[in-house]
């Protein structure tokens, strides 16, 4: 970042002004070494030191720092070497010095201890961080602006040699925003704090009393300010617009991303926090938290994990190493995963998007093809519980909060494609699943305990077994009631049987998704911004490839049963989120009662026009031809 003064925006200081600066306690090496703006007040600047090349801007305005304290713009009481202050700035009562910094205007920087730029840096920008596999580099990440949930998503599903080639350019662009200054953004508020060095900000950037900021760059923008709070130490990261760390607060080789906020004494080391995640008193380590990835409590500990949609439940702990070979292992949680209290995840496995755990899962069992699970895990076995997290009001409520909970700008980097939980993605794994049990059924048989082996020691009882199958079936003809429509263009449709994966957000067919990793392999990729922008157009595509995705998956008897189906359907699931609140509400007693009733009317209501919907839709069941 430049300042947005010019050489020819300055001028000498005349000798009245020199005389009146001395008179005031100032001192210069050399006073024909400062440059000042016209509009220059000297009565304004007292005590202030001097050094290499200054320039002072014009200081006219009064600050309010409290109630009823107002403190003129300025300089004093500071030491300043090699300086650019803008105009309008304040700036006192530093305890060490500013070395080799732009100011813009409007800035304030009081009671701060040192502040400087002590060589060519980046800032923060190019940082590599180990995500993931956290004793290796096999899924390194270079911080950049552009760095977003979807390219390291993409990242990690190249090779080595490839991974390498992306992580290359952003280094090449890392370059741009290497330079021996710092550059403090317009608007910004830097106050009470011990030590920054070699930090770079945006716009209306807040550094409130924080203990030590260093190696960071701050992408923040007046519609979205950057705050790092009293007691932060925060190192070698970036944060993205609207990113907030606070309360004491240590973080270290991270990317902190829009409208992310860390705080509580929170713990992070080489993670990656993308949109709108929530992170208050525990600990996290080569972590990937997709957006609105959520953790709230102290004895919470997260490691090699890549999740989204994420809640960790209190005591949650991740282990990702045998003792042996080291803490190479990494888990994945698909979208909208869950933790009971005290449940602890021994990696590698992955569970199934919506799937609430409990208890100690060590089986590292693929158990994505089971959306909408309990995992139950007692003594050593795991129990499967198939689709039964689906009509639950704790699933009904995530699903509605999260766009409420979007406080990103309206340039926004993570791409959402859709909060729907029976999106395709999920409804992809939900045919999977339904297949496998259905197989299991008609090729096995229950044990003694009346329970079906699934994979690596995961058990499913008989009753969840059907129950589960009945599950899904539901599911989908939800979904391909809910997303069907009259094909406008018979030629426009994917492959029968296509896959569907989720970027930590976005959704993408796999056609789609190998061009994209052809481009990147091809050396067509012109910037990371680039692929995000691709990234976004994509996501834009999606409430189109959905319905082509009904159209090329489900057979025409299929779409008509879905859409007769649809109103029975809709009421069983509304039916089913509506007994499962009762029971709470029977558990809570009396003083829930009031929320109880408001949160029925609500479904009622929305009950009323889904079903009326319901019934619109299915009068367009399509024509068959005899």
């Not at 993931?132 to 580099?137: I, K, P, R």
């Not at 991974?163 to 508020?189: C, D, F, I, W």
């Amino acid at each position: 970042m430049e300042t947005r003064n010019n050489p020819s925006d300055y001028r000498p200081l005349t000798t009245h002004e020199v005389l009146t600066l001395e008179k005031q306690g100032c001192r210069a090496d050399n006073w024909e070494n400062i440059r000042v703006k016209d509009g220059f007040d000297p009565g304004r600047v007292e005590d202030v030191r001097f050094h290499g090349q200054i320039r002072l801007g014009a200081f006219r305005r009064a600050y309010k720092l409290g109630e009823g304290v107002f403190r003129p713009s300025g300089i004093r009481r500071a030491e300043l070497y090699h300086a650019t202050v803008g105009d309008d700035c304040l700036i006192e009562h530093i305890h060490g010095h500013i070395a080799n910094y732009d100011i813009a205007d409007g800035v304030i920087i009081t009671g701060v201890g040192t502040m400087v730029t002590d060589g060519p840096t980046s800032f923060g920008i190019g940082t590599r961080v180990n995500v993931l596999s956290e004793a290796g580099d096999y899924f390194q990440a270079s911080l950049h602006p552009d760095l977003t949930a979807q390219t390291f998503c993409l990242l990690t599903m190249l090779k080595p040699e490839e991974r390498k080639r992306l992580n290359e350019m952003a280094e090449a662009e890392t370059k741009r925003y290497r330079s021996p200054r710092g550059h403090v953004g317009q608007g910004t508020t830097i106050t009470g704090t011990r030590r920054i060095r070699n930090v770079s900000t945006g716009a209306c950037a807040a550094i409130d009393c924080a203990d030590c900021v260093e190696e960071c760059f701050l992408c923040s923008t007046e519609e979205a300010p950057v705050r790092v709070g009293t007691g932060v130490i925060c190192r070698r990261s970036l944060l993205q617009s609207g990113a907030e760390v606070t309360d004491g607060a240590k973080v270290s080789d991270c990317l902190v991303g829009q409208s992310v906020h860390l705080g509580k004494g929170f713990s992070a080391e080489a993670s990656l926090f993308f949109a709108n995640s929530y992170m208050d008193n525990g600990e996290a380590c080569a972590v990937c938290a997709g957006p609105y990835t959520v953790s709230h409590h102290k004895s919470t500990l997260l490691i090699g994990g890549m999740f989204s949609f994420f809640n960790a439940g209190s005591g949650t702990n991740m282990s990702n190493h045998a003792y042996k070979l080291g803490p190479l292992h990494y888990g994945t949680m698909d979208r909208g995963c869950k933790t009971a209290s005290g449940t602890h995840l021994v990696w590698d496995g992955h569970i199934g998007a919506f799937s609430l755990v409990m208890g100690k899962y060590d089986s590292h069992a693929d158990l994505s093809s089971f959306p909408f699970s309990y995992l139950f895990c007692a003594n050593g076995q795991a129990t499967l519980l198939p689709g039964i997290n689906f009509a639950t009001v704790g699933t009904y409520r995530d699903i509605r909060k999260w766009p409420s909970r979007d406080r990103r700008p309206s340039t926004r980097l993570d791409c959402i494609s859709t909060y729907d939980a029976l999106n395709a993605y999920v409804i992809c794994r939900i045919r999977e699943g339904r297949a496998q049990l259905e197989r299991l059924q008609q090729q096995g048989k229950p044990d003694d305990d009346g329970a079906y082996t699934l994979q690596k020691g995961v058990r499913i009882p008989d009753k969840a077994l059907q129950r589960g199958i009945d599950l899904y079936r539901r599911m989908e003809q939800l979904y391909v009631a809910r997303h069907w429509q009259a094909p406008a263009d018979e030629t426009a449709t994917l492959p029968a049987g296509e896959a569907w994966h989720d970027m930590l957000g976005t959704l993408l067919p796999d056609s789609v998704l190998d061009n994209l990793l052809d481009i990147v392999r091809r050396g067509n990729l012109l910037s990371l911004e680039h692929l995000r922008l691709l990234f976004a157009r994509h996501c834009s595509d999606y409430p189109l490839w959905v319905a082509r995705h009904v159209q090329a998956t489900y057979t025409t008897d299929e779409i008509e049963a879905a859409l007769r189906n649809y109103e029975a359907n809709l009421r069983q699931y509304y039916d089913d989120i509506e007994a499962d609140a009762r029971k709470e509400a029977d558990a809570g007693g009396q003083p829930m009662f009031p929320h109880f009733r408001e949160f029925i009317a609500a479904l009622h209501e929305e009950k009323a026009e889904q079903l009326k919907k319901a019934k619109e839709k299915a009068s367009s069941l399509p024509c068959r031809e005899d």
